[in-house]
C-alpha cells in the first residue's frame, strides 16, 4: 500500500487527538521547565519515560492505527479513560516524557472494552516499542489507576466527541485563547445536564470523526 493510501485510511480522530496531546505536552513541558530551576525533581510515575521518544505523538498514533487495528471509537474511549485516569492522579500532567506510554496503555484498555476481536498485550507492546512485562505493568497500574471505571455512557461519549469536535475547529482556525489542559467535563455526573443536547449532535459527530 502507497504512503497516500495509508495517510487517506487514517481516522480524523487519530489526527485529532495527537494535536491535542502534542498542544498539551508541549505546554506542560514547559511549565516542568520553569517549575525545576533551582527545584529538586519531582517524583515520576510509571509512566515516565527517561529520554523523550523519537518519534512523534502523531507519529506514534498512526502507528498504533496501522498496527493494532482498533476501530475509530477506540480512541474516543481511550482519551475518556485517559482523561479518567489524570483526574484521579493531579499531580502528574502529560507530557513528552509520558504521553507515548499513556497512549498505547490507554488505547490496548479501550480495545479491550470496546472491540469483539483484539490483539494481546505482547502485540501491542511490539507496537509501542515497549516489552511486554512493561506493558502488563502498565495495564495494571491504568485500571488501578481509573479504578476499572470502564464503563462509557452514550452521553459521556458525546461530550468528548464534543471536545474532539472542537480541537478540530482548532485546527482549521486557531483561537486567541487556548483550550484547557485536558478534562472535558467537570465530571461523569455533569453528563446528564447535557444529555439532550449531545443526543442531537452524536450522530453527526461520530460521523465527522470516523471520517
Sequence with gaps: MRTGEVAE???????????????VAERNDAAAAAAAVGEEAAAVSAFQGLTKPAISIGGYLERIFRFANCSPSCYVVAYI??????????????????????????VLTAVKFVDDICYNNAYFARVGGISLMEMNYLEVDFLFGIAFDLNVTPAAFASYC?????????????????????????????????????????????HQLAV
Design 162 to 206: 464534543a471536545v474532539l469536535q472542537s480541537e478540530m475547529a482548532y485546527l482549521e482556525q486557531p483561537p486567541a485563547v487556548d483550550l484547557p489542559r485536558l478534562h472535558c467535563c467537570p465530571s461523569d455526573q455533569d453528563d446528564a445536564g447535557c444529555h439532550h443536547k449531545q443526543q442531537q449532535q452524536q450522530q453527526q459527530q461520530q
Design 81 to 106: 479513560y485517559l482523561d479518567r485516569f489524570l483526574r484521579r492522579r493531579p499531580a502528574l500532567a502529560v507530557d513528552s516524557f509520558n504521553v507515548h506510554r499513556l497512549l498505547i496503555t490507554s
Design 9 to 23: 485510511a487514517v481516522p480524523r480522530v487519530v489526527a485529532i487527538l495527537s494535536s491535542l496531546l502534542q498542544r
